[in-house]
């Protein structure tokens, strides 16, 4: 992180001089302390989070090919003359350990059509679906494996 807040201070400057240099050092020196005091960074994490890098670029291909599958299911439902739509409240528990791999999971659930998180408490989730065919597997999803995959390699190397 320091070192890419010391390429954006060069970028951000528009020229190289000594002077520009030593000054985006101490400064981007200052601001890296300040963000692993205040806001729990570390260098181990920021390690931990390079080696799963491949799985979040994974998760985001994953992720707007299920949106792009769901807006299809969505435009058939849609678009049918005689489409019968079933809305479903849907309750599952997910077994994600890390805060920020389960709010993850409800906004990738909200960004793929046809469903919408509504609640999150205790691990718990609540989806509204806009028919039954958008209702099933969620607790055991493509989103779910991904997401547990990255946590055991994250924790794994902490």
Not at 5 to 21: N, P, R, Y
Not at 29 to 51: D, H, I
């Amino acid at each position: 992180m320091y070192v890419l807040m010391l390429l954006l201070w060069i970028v951000f400057c528009g020229k190289l001089t000594v002077e520009v240099l030593m000054f985006g050092i101490c400064i981007c020196a200052a601001l890296y302390w300040f963000t692993c005091k205040t806001l729990g960074y570390s260098p181990q994490r920021e390690v931990a989070l390079m080696n799963i890098a491949g799985k979040l670029i994974k998760y985001q291909i994953i992720l707007i090919w299920e949106i792009i599958k769901a807006n299809i299911q969505v435009m058939k439902i849609v678009l049918s003359p005689r489409a019968k739509i079933e809305p479903k409240l849907v309750r599952f528990h997910s077994t994600l350990k890390e805060d920020a791999s389960k709010i993850t999971l409800a906004n990738s659930i909200t960004l793929t059509p046809g469903t919408i998180t509504i609640g999150l408490e205790d691990g718990n989730y609540f989806v509204h679906a806009l028919d039954k065919q958008f209702a099933g597997g969620m607790e055991d999803s493509v989103f779910v494996t991904q997401l547990t995959e990255m946590e055991e390699k994250l924790n794994g190397s902490v």
